[in-house]
């Protein structure tokens, strides 16, 4: 069994576990090879904020690749994983996320995409081949995704957001989480926070689990719903960003993980954020006669710098 290093485990809200109704069976799928996909998204962007998407033709081997190395890291020694770079923010972090106290059932490994051949080389060869892989297809997948998007939402043009988040200097960051067993848990009827609720702030985030439950998200009238494991399948989140560049017509996500301790689960999101000097303000495309602007405008490193000194589940 993983054991996770201090703060003292009393400190971790404990929350009761979700009703069986409260599963969100009817999550929007989206799949990519079908005629309808740049609509089909723009809708569930709009109900929900959140969909899945299939046909979307990344080998399963190659999830499964870093699925399996992650959790070889997430095995060894505690002392070993603390060796590794911490996480301030990028590295090796266990329990505490950011740098406000927010704390849970996790632990992680946090990287800044970038394209220096030299970067990650304190993860060993076998686990960076298999992290640089999946980044690239999901990078692929992003830009797919993004221009149906732009397509949906019939935006002049069709690379904006793609090119917004993809192209030179832009901040992605990629996560591994590591919710480990916890079987005391479960003879209980409970679980513990492993991420609290958040938004985040990035354009969009992609995410790919193993087949453990966990995540849930919040609806429009505030109740929570747990969203079905598919470990074939991405998720994806509408960020801060994007709720801004739509001036509030998406909007970002709210959406927290629940360690029950059955099985351990492994998350990897990938978090689309801008170049820091990018301007970050609504799209006069997207408004509508007479309609004003909600939020002023601001940078991603501004808004960054900003969002990093909240906690976790405040309001930004
Ligand atoms: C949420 C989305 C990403 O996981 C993340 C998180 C970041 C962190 O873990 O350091 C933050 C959180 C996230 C938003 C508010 C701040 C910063 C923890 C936190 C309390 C890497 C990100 O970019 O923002």
Known sequence: MVVLANPALDAIPILSSPKPCACFS?????????PGAAEALVRACDDFGFFKIAGHG?????????????????????ADKE?????????????????????????????????????YTYMDCSFRSALLDF??????LAREVLELMAEGLKLEKREFFSNLVL?????????????????????????????????????????????????QISLRDGSWV?????????????GDTLQVLTNGRFKSVRHRVLANGSKPRISMIYFFGAAPTEKIAP??????????????????????????????????
């Open 283 to 316: 799209l006069e495309e997207l408004m509508g006669e007479g309609e004003r602007s909600k939020y002023r405008e601001f940078t991603w490193s501004e808004y960054k710098k900003g969002a990093y000194k909240t906690r976790l589940g405040d309001y930004r």
């Open 226 to 238: 747990s969203v079905p494991p598919d470990s074939e399948s991405f998720f994806i989140n509408v």
């Open 58 to 78: 990344i080998p399963m081997e190659l999830m499964q690749k870093l699925e399996a190395e992650a959790l070889r890291f997430f095995h060894f020694p505690q």
């Open 135 to 140: 980044m690239l297809s999901v990078r692929k």
């Open 167 to 215: 192209g030179d200097g832009s901040d992605g960051i990629f996560r591994l989480n590591h919710y480990p067993k916890f079987p005391l848990l479960e003879k209980f009827n409970c679980s513990l926070t492993g991420f609290g609720e958040h938004t985040d702030p990035q354009l969009i985030s992609i995410l790919r689990s193993n087949n453990s439950a966990g995540l």
């Open 26 to 34: 009817t999550v929007p799928v989206v799949d990519l090879s079908m």
């Open 83 to 119: 060796k590794t770079r911490p996480a301030d923010p990028f590295g090796y972090g266990n329990k505490q996320i950011g740098p406000n106290g927010d704390i849970g059932w996790v632990e992680y490994l946090l990287f800044a995409v970038t394209a220096d051949p030299s970067a």
